[in-house]
């Protein structure tokens, strides 16, 4: 057995003794690297983010930044990292490091206070400054929108990112002012050259163990001997029940870098998107192929949630307010599900049978979605939740019609958060197609679309509040729909 590595900060060093479930963040911080912290331990709060390098979408590496909370270290074996402390340069003897620039931006211009978030919200904002195509989105004339500056930096970088003290007002000044890394800068630099290969990883300690397989056949074998294991892509689920429950596994076998995972693929009549893939390099690599899966990304938890959580892993939860059902039975997808006999497509309207249960067997992985093509025009995502971005949805309704001639033709209504299972709004459904896409038309579906469901009173709503917002949604999406489309 090949002792498991990992580099840091440009330095290789064994994993062991760490356990299998010991987070990157615990690893680090036990050797000294404290500028990683821990705020929620579930991912929310974005005080832990490290830069991991992973294969890049237009360059050969990209420096992504994740939470170092959830991922296990075992997962990184073989892989890179860089933390808030490897971002300095090297000084001239007996000079102290020179800043990062974006470390000197966020000092100069009072983007720290208290300090406990600044280096998480560093290491966010580094990913965003070595984003290869972050400069062509820069504006020559200044400008900037809500949620973008003149330099192209994307302010969603930061959404996982919390800071109690500054204000963000700072931080997002700070944002705005870095500029183009310079030809000399060695984790730009780093970008040209392919991102670390996937290892094979068998990391034992405690009689516990953590696995990783080089194929899918090896490990469907291997799931079919150990059915009983934890299967993690990124984590971000698994990494909250390790944390908060203090769950912990005899067994956990990797599927996040099983290439047969990780494909994207756009034939004539479908997309087939590997259920290994990160829900940012679906984002990017789609670039709005799909205008509601385009919808739904930026809604998505945050981006440093993004840059780990998989199709595979929200569909293998089976929870009923995961974001991404209701947009994909609006879509009717389907999953490949495979095992070590072979595989079946199952219709994602199918796959749900109870509370965090589905039709998937023992021994069985989520191989890929597949979204059939092309979408229908007239397509939203309303995600109800008590924050914008970052947060756990109440209500989430998609939508993807189809009208001609100003009747609907098909309608698709995805829901989630209102049933023991995301579900189809199949009422509502009937009660739109085949009749004018009209007020009268959809106020009647807009009182049978608040019916659908068994809607539940908890912390985050109201019964009756998810039935309003059901129907207040489809009188929303016609409000927004433009007259040409709808005629």
Request: net charge negative.
């Amino acid at each position: 057995m090949v002792t498991a590595r990992i580099t840091v900060n440009g330095k290789e060093t064994p994993i062991s003794p760490a356990a299998p479930h010991t987070t990157v963040l615990d690893f680090l911080r036990e050797r000294g690297l404290t500028g990683t912290k821990e705020g929620c331990a579930e991912g929310e709060c974005g005080a832990c983010s490290v830069l991991v390098a992973r294969a890049g979408v237009n360059k050969p590496t990209d420096w992504v930044a994740v939470n170092a909370c959830l991922v296990p270290v075992a997962a990184l074996d073989g892989q890179e990292v860089v933390t808030s402390e490897g971002l300095a340069t090297a000084g001239e003897p007996g000079m102290p490091p020179v800043l990062h620039p974006v470390q000197e931006e966020m000092a100069v211009r009072g983007g720290s206070q208290c300090g406990y978030c600044t280096p998480g919200f560093v290491c966010s904002m580094a990913a965003e400054y070595y984003r290869p195509d972050r400069c062509a989105h820069a504006d020559p004339a200044g400008g900037t929108d809500a949620e973008h500056g003149p330099n192209g930096f994307d302010l969603h970088a930061l959404s996982g990112n919390l800071c109690r003290c500054t204000g963000y007002r700072p931080i997002r000044d700070a944002a705005f002012a870095v500029g183009e890394p310079t030809d000399d800068d060695p984790l730009a630099q780093r970008r040209e050259q392919s991102p670390p290969a996937p290892v094979a990883t068998e990391y034992a300690q405690d009689d516990r163990v953590f696995l990783r397989r080089s194929t899918l056949a090896e490990t469907l074998r291997l799931l079919r001997e150990q059915p009983d294991s934890v299967v993690v892509a990124g984590s971000t689920d698994w990494g909250v029940e390790v944390n908060i429950r203090s769950r912990r596994a005899d067994c956990v076998i990797a599927v996040d870098r099983l290439p047969e995972l990780r494909e994207l693929r756009v034939e004539s009549d479908h997309i087939e998107i590997g259920a290994a893939l990160t829900l940012t390099e679906i984002e990017r690599r789609l670039d709005g192929q799909v205008p509601l899966l385009a919808q739904l990304f930026p809604q998505f938890a945050s981006r440093l949630i993004r840059n780990s959580a998989t199709l595979g892993g929200n569909l293998g939860t089976g929870s009923p307010i995961g974001d991404s059902p209701p947009v994909l039975l609006a879509l009717e997808a389907s999953v490949v599900l495979a095992d070590a006999d072979g595989e079946r497509e199952v219709p994602l309207a199918e796959y749900f049978t109870g509370y965090r249960q589905s039709v998937r067997r023992r021994g069985e992985l989520i191989r890929s979605v597949r979204v059939p093509l092309p979408p229908s025009p007239v397509a939203a995502f309303h995600k109800i939740a008590k924050r914008r971005f970052d947060d756990i949805s109440s209500v989430a309704v998609a939508f993807a019609l189809d009208l001609e001639d100003g009747i609907v033709r098909k309608a698709r209504i995805g829901l989630g958060g209102v049933a023991a299972t995301p579900i189809r709004a199949l009422a509502t459904e009937a009660a739109l197609e085949g009749k004018p896409w009209s007020a009268e038309t959809v106020e009647a579906a807009a009182r049978v679309l608040r019916g659908e469901g068994t809607p539940m009173d908890d912390h985050r709503a109201s019964s009756l509040y998810r039935s309003a917002m059901l129907g207040q949604s489809l009188l929303k999406l016609y409000a927004q729909t433009p007259e040409a489309v709808s005629s």
